[in-house]
């Protein structure tokens, strides 16, 4: 499988960036996962998004969700259906509008969930976050992509993304910035996940502009032998 990244940011772009969304290749499927700002010109860019077999939301904040209210003009356009995976939250205003269109096929998923979309078998996981949040593990091509969306650290994310060729973590603080009360993971609790589950290679994403990236990346690297920081653009084989 190919891990196309498409943004990376969170929970606002750098100049020129774009946040969080990454396009899964494997064989015939394409899944997209989560559509932030800025994401759907860059997939644009490589195909045409109504071609992709599923899209799947990790949650619903804007960084994630921010593009489907201009997909959907689209797909008007297009006279296109496209098919949305996501955790249920009632309170998210795209979600209505997602709901309400004729446009978004919308099926909700929760933890312990398995998803067949053309050769993959997705695969849906927790996620502690302030809003109804998941993480998705992804098998095909006899290989296996986990991503963990957006959470702090869990018990169930080890066992969750066991054996992951690729881990495409959350790790938007430095060490010193991360708290227990935090929606999201460290770098260094991302680089332990990763060791915990036997990845193979791991992924640093949902950068925040504010925090240095090799700073992020350091402190992986002391824990992890094989990290990366996603950057829009590249294209990591799974
Ligand atoms: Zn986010
Ligand atoms: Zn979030």
Known sequence: ???HILGVNG????????TSGYLLEAEDTLLQFDLGSGVLARLTALMPPESLSALFLTHWHFDHTADLTVLLYRLEAMGQVLQVYAPVDESSAIRKIVSASACFRLTDVAPGDTVSVGSCKVHVGEARHPVPAVGY?????GRT??????????????????????????ALFPSENWAESKPHLSAALAAELAVATGAEHLVLTHLNPVFQPRRLLREAQAIHPHVSLA???????V
């Open 1 to 3: 499988m190919k891990l």
């Open 11 to 18: 929970p606002f772009p750098e100049s020129n960036g774009a």
């Open 137 to 141: 593990r992804v098998e095909g091509e």
């Open 145 to 170: 992509f986990g991503f963990t969306g957006d959470t702090n650290t869990l018990p169930s994310l080890p066992e969750f993304y066991r054996g992951s060729s690729l881990l495409l973590a959350d």
């Open 231 to 237: 950057s829009p653009g590249s294209v990591f084989d």
